[in-house]
């Protein structure tokens, strides 16, 4: 599977921004889609999973201000991020896992800069 993860950008702390990553299959049988982060000097952090059921987890630093949600129909998951703040700036990455599969595949990464 391919996926192209957009809408990353520039925005000033307490602002929304949605990413969106597209899946090149149908994803309805793909176990888990997640969105991590990167950001500079660090190791890439889960932010938000969510299962083929629709259950979902978050990260504790992006509970109650992001939120994860999968189309089945239109084979994207997006990440709507809301109340952003200066420490949520970092490439942003999407992720599919399937059991089937041998291994997960990632995205290309969309930058997600907050200003103070």
């Known amino acids: 599977v391919q996926l192209q993860a957009s809408g990353g950008g520039l925005v000033q702390a307490g602002g929304s921004l949605r990413l969106s990553c597209a899946a090149s299959?149908?994803?309805?049988?793909?176990?888990?889609m997640a969105w991590y982060r990167q950001a500079p000097g660090k190791q890439r952090e889960l932010v938000a999973v969510?299962?083929?059921?629709?259950?979902?987890t978050y990260a504790d630093s992006v509970k109650d201000r992001f939120t994860i949600s999968r189309d089945n129909a239109e084979n994207t998951v997006s990440l709507q991020l809301d109340s952003l703040k200066p420490e949520d700036t970092a490439v942003y990455y999407c992720?599919?896992?399937?059991?089937?599969?041998?291994?997960?595949?990632w995205g290309q990464g969309t930058l997600v800069t907050v200003s103070s």
């Open positions: 992720y599919a896992y399937r059991i089937t599969w041998a291994r997960g595949y």
């Open positions: 299959e149908n994803i309805s049988g793909i176990n888990t």
């Open positions: 969510i299962s083929s059921a629709g259950m979902t």
